[in-house]
């Protein structure tokens, strides 16, 4: 029972329905049972867990950040404020919310009908308020601004798009409750993709035009060749779908996405050609003829690859926030980098970079080899793949990894592959004997 109302709690508390940081106390409550467990009961087994290198790792990336953030502040008397240094102290929980997510691993089916009611409960909140202008109902449909709220609704149409495949796959009986969830599932769809639309987030327009068509192209023929027509149907249907409201939109796409797509064509166009990229860049971040948001970034990424380039191995850590003061641009006074991969850069250069990457190349190899185990649907690796994809690409031009939406997103991520982890574990376990008395 605990379990169960520490997941469902998670799930209640994620930035997906409202952007705020309560998702970090559900993970909280979630690890301190979980760790109780471990070392009262798991540890003792002869059998039990092992928690792998994966955690030994993460474990020591905290550390490694504590570590920095805490000379900086005795050597400087003081905090960094604003920096987000805080966040990448979360790698240190990652392993102990994954066997949190493990013990209640027979409890997740009952997250689904939560997660589909809650979308719905979401969407509809703000449809009467929508401004198809931009679609500033609700605050922005619980979100800070409209990109955090289309980067949410996409996620959401993933999420949904990988649970309704995986009911029909499965060809459950059909019960009026499981018609009832399907219903509502096609519903969300459609209204997250209506809000992708209005939203004008350009960043998760690109994000959606590059990961989705190949993603539904590639499944229906993967599954044209498995001979499983219904999946396959289901896979054209979404395809046919995507491609109709990318038509009907259109005209607003066009119009506003339309500028900077030629300003960006332009511009990788002259970088492939050039012999000194860093002076194009540096033109065009200073030509005004040059969409403001598109200019925004261009500044931001010249200065964050100039502190980056002077301490490329290991960044600046809580420094970055002092080194920032001297850039170069200041015709914007951000302190968010409008892109994911250089805040890490900046902080902890190549060896950030590669932490991260490893353990998110790690969690989704434990996903899919769970799902080879027949421990976890096949839809599980996908879609954790597709949503991986689309935010990432989406981060590149926002700094998602520092905002509710990406920290929480993270960890989730890991910690589903943890669980996997630990799930092929346990599987590997020789079954209770029953004895006579």
């Known amino acids: 029972m605990t379990a169960a109302v520490t997941l469902l709690a998670l799930v209640a508390c994620s930035p997906l329905w409202v952007e705020t940081d309560a998702y970090r106390f559900a993970w909280l409550m979630a690890c301190v ?23 030994y790792l993460c474990l020591g990336w905290a550390l490694y950040v504590a570590f920095r953030y805490g000379v900086y502040a005795i050597e ?99 019960a009026w409750t499981t018609s009832f969830l399907i ?23 690109l994000a959606l035009i590059l990961v989705l ?20 149907s289901v896979a054209v249907f979404f395809a046919v779908a995507l491609s109709a409201a990318a038509y009907l939109s259109h005209e607003r796409i066009v119009s506003v996405a339309g500028p900077t ?16 990229p860093m002076e194009v860049l540096r033109s065009s971040a200073e030509d005004p003829a040059i969409p403001a ?19 490329p191995l290991f960044g600046w850590g809580p420094e970055w926030a002092d080194a920032w003061q001297n850039r170069t641009y200041f015709e914007y006074p951000y302190r968010l980098l409008h892109n994911s991969v250089l805040e890490v850069a900046v902080r902890h250069g190549l060896f950030g970079l590669a932490f991260y990457g490893f353990i998110v190349a790690w969690a989704l190899t434990q996903m899919f080899r769970a799902s080879g185990d027949a421990l976890v649907p096949r ?9 991986l994809a689309l935010f990432f690409i989406a981060s590149l031009t926002n700094s998602h990894i520092r905002l509710a939406i990406g920290e929480s997103f993270m960890w989730a991520f890991v910690a589903i592959g943890f669980a996997c982890f630990y799930a092929r574990q346990a599987a590997g376990r020789p079954k209770p004997v029953a004895r006579d008395p």
């Open 379 to 387: 839809e599980v690796p996908q879609t954790a793949a597709v949503a």
């Open 33 to 55: 049972p979980a760790a109780a467990f471990f070392f009262g009961v798991e540890i003792r087994r002869h059998d039990s867990v092992n928690v792998g290198l994966a955690t």
């Open 293 to 311: 948001s598109a200019r925004v970034r261009l500044q931001l990424t010249l200065d964050s690859l100039d502190l980056i380039a002077a301490k």
């Open 76 to 174: 400087q008397e003081r905090f960094v404020v604003g920096s987000a240094e805080e966040i990448y102290l979360f790698a240190g929980l990652y392993s102990t919310s994954g066997y949190a997510v493990f013990l209640a691993r027979r409890h997740l089916g009952w997250l689904v009908p939560a997660l589909v009611f809650l979308t719905t409960a979401k969407l509809g909140a703000a449809f009467p308020t929508v401004e198809l202008a931009g679609a500033q109902g609700v605050d922005v449909l619980f979100a800070n601004n409209s990109i955090h709220a289309s980067l949410m609704c996409a996620l959401l149409l993933v999420i949904h798009a990988g649970f309704a495949l995986h009911i029909i796959r499965t060809k459950h009986g059909w």
């Open 183 to 205: 219903l509502l599932t096609g519903i969300n769809i459609s209204g997250c993709l209506f809000y992708i639309i209005v939203l004008n987030s350009k960043g998760v327009w």
């Open 261 to 276: 797509a030629e300003r960006g064509l332009s511009l990788l166009t002259g970088l492939v050609r050039s012999d000194t």
């Open 213 to 232: 068509p190949p993603v539904l192209l590639s499944s229906v023929w993967m599954l044209g060749r498995s001979g499983d027509r219904v999946y396959g």
